[in-house]
């Protein structure tokens, strides 16, 4: 299994599925794009068709989305309980990380990890 992502610093959701494998010693390889030379969409189309990270590559199958890819791993990697067994714990985790990661995008566009000048 292998992890599309982009610079750890520039996208928060390649990191998302990263870190919950890293946390869970779910083992993986990881294959890093730089995102700001004018290939990267070409690079990742070598692995992800919608040509965006993260990407989960497990096998024939290739997972889109960092959600997505957590749920997977949520459902392949049960024993590790990624997501709270009870049925109404796991349905709040599972709408808190959405509402966060669906607001997300405005706090990324005004607080950047990017820094235009070094310090």
């Not at 030379?37 to 990407?55: D, H, L, R, W």
């Not at 009870?86 to 005004?110: D, E, I, K, W």
Request: hydrophobic fraction near 40%.
């Amino acid at each position: 299994m292998k992890q599309v992502i982009g610079n750890k610093a520039y996208s928060s959701w390649s990191l998302r599925p990263w870190v919950l494998m890293k946390h869970f010693m779910i083992p993986f390889g990881e294959v890093l794009i730089k995102l700001d030379p004018p290939n990267t969409t070409q690079e990742i189309k070598k692995y992800s068709q919608s040509g965006k990270v993260p990407a989960l590559v497990d096998g024939d199958l290739i997972i889109l989305e960092s959600m997505a890819i957590m749920k997977y791993l949520h459902e392949k990697y049960q024993k590790k309980f990624l997501y709270p067994a009870g049925p109404q714990q796991r349905t709040m985790a599972r709408v808190l990380a959405n509402q966060m990661h669906g607001r997300f995008s405005s706090l990324c566009q005004y607080m950047s990890f990017h820094r235009h000048k070094p310090i």
